[in-house]
């Protein structure tokens, strides 16, 4: 028998290979245009927020609120669960836990994921309980030696924390504890979001020794009149210095975050400030007050937000629920509803007035086909083609640089909200530097597309450190011909002087979601689009200027990214929808 030619042999293979992957980079089913390559969501129905992330044994675990049965909301929520080894690709487990007891049998709503001292995981949830009251429960594993966490046990004694007369708690708004912390003394600390009838919004402080008896404070941990309900409160430090995370317990060289979601406005808002352990308050920093008045995580479509410590590599992680901008008939249609932001890092500036935030570095390993520029002019109502990737599925990275500042134009005295501006000043207003950046997801004849861009103003503030206004926008009013979507604009201004200083857009295609991160991460934007058109290799990448002034791209790189392996059935035996393992069942 002749020898094979294992030279040839190996090349076919790397080309075999290569095929696969640029493969695996754009295909999509044509059935179901806007699911997503390498953001999570559930194989089919409705999922969204207030899920609960960590890493246990070396394995990360994704609690989420899950309908088994359809793709719209339903009373009958249970605890999603999937695992990762590299926060990428997720294979689905069976549900964590789902409605059994009293204190849950209408729902088990959002909670919080605690590793306690010994290295056991606990988690605490909000049940709908028989009086669809609204009270806080505690599960733990059946099996510690288990990685995959694949059994949960209820406490006969849930729930924990009720509302009633004598606190004076609201039985509609008292929900979504968060992640316990130590205190100097010993005992565990955790809050649970409400509000009071004259629209107080409360972090609700309870203690604990064991983690199973909770007494209330007399006082919350923090509170601001006219804001409404806070829900899903997150409590965690940040290092003064460095991007690194710490775990949650930690004190020393650190600010505190407290992030709520405001019920109002479905936005989530966080201020900086600092814990005083011995009073137990927190008191943001000056200038920063807990309403909608604080900055936002991100400025788009995403909310329920929570972060976990990464004790592997040291750091913050955040996630976020983006929720869908179609009918609810079109979920309905399509099979499923909601999914998750891609994870990102997320830190303390140097400045001390603002987290950035940014795509953990996991992301490479799906990175394929690359396609770069240096130093390229973007002139005057120019619009360029980025060839060589796969558009409706991307990792872009560009640096702007603009010469000519004094040609900006003065900000309007009244241009103080900036989705307002990015709405009313569309790509069609051209001023003196901008709009330039990058349309995504655009059709070949440019009917659609979803642009993501800057604008620079003169500042008209003497009192601002710098003499420009850099505003960010992710225009949504060209993203699909279906005119049924909600296309909103969105819009933040960015804490970046360009007179010093390059203007960073990164933005991550996958289908459906836009996510954009301007200025190195300062301000983030998420947008839902469904083009018609603009689907699968149908789709393009342009980097445009329309304003009257050339801008110049320093750097451009940008990858097509290939399907991570998200939650196929082919990869869990079974997802079935049981509680047998609840420790009250007899």
Known sequence: MDRPNIGLSLLLSLLLCNFIID????????????RTGYHFQPLRNWMNGM??????????????????????????IVWGHSTSTDLVNWTPQPPAFNPSQPSDINGCWSGSVTILPNGTPVILYTGIDQNKSQVQNVAVPVNISDPYL????????????????VNGINPDRFRDPTTAWLGRDGEWRVIVG????????????????????????IK????????????CPDFFPVPITGSDGVETSSFGEVKHVLKVSLFETLHDYYTIGSYDREKDVYVPDLGFVQNGSAPRLDYGKYYASKTFFDDVKKRRILWGW?????????????????LQSFPRKIWLDESGK??????????????VTQAKWHNKVIRAGSTIQVHGVSAAQADVEVSFKVKELEKADVIEPSWTDPQKICSQEDLSVKSGLGPFGLMVLASNDMEEYTSVYFRIFKSNDTNKNTNYVVLMCSDQSRSSLNEKNDKTTFGAFVAIDPSHQTLSLRTLIDHSIVESYGGGGKVCITSRVYPKLAIGESANLFVFNKGTQSVDVLSLSAWSLKSAHINDDSLSPSIECHDSNSLDQS
């Open 23 to 34: 493969l695996e980079a754009s295909q999509q089913d044509v059935n179901q245009p806007y």
């Open 51 to 76: 899920y609960r992330p960590m890493i246990y044994k070396g394995i990360y675990h994704l609690f989420y609120q899950y309908n088994p049965y359809g793709a719209v909301w339903d009373v009958r």
């Open 150 to 165: 694949r059994e949960w046990s209820k406490s006969p004694g849930n729930p924990l924390m009720a509302p009633n007369a």
């Open 194 to 217: 409400s509000s009071t009838d004259d629209r107080r919004g409360l972090a609700i402080l309870y203690k604990s020794r064991d983690f199973f008896n909770w007494t209330q404070s």
């Open 220 to 231: 919350p941990l923090h509170y601001e009149d006219l804001t409404g309900m806070w829900e």
């Open 322 to 338: 983006v929720n869908e901008s179609s009918p609810a008939k079109s979920d309905i249609e399509k099979g499923w509803s909601g």
């Open 354 to 367: 603002e987290l950035l935030q940014w795509p953990i570095e996991e992301i490479e390993t799906l990175r």
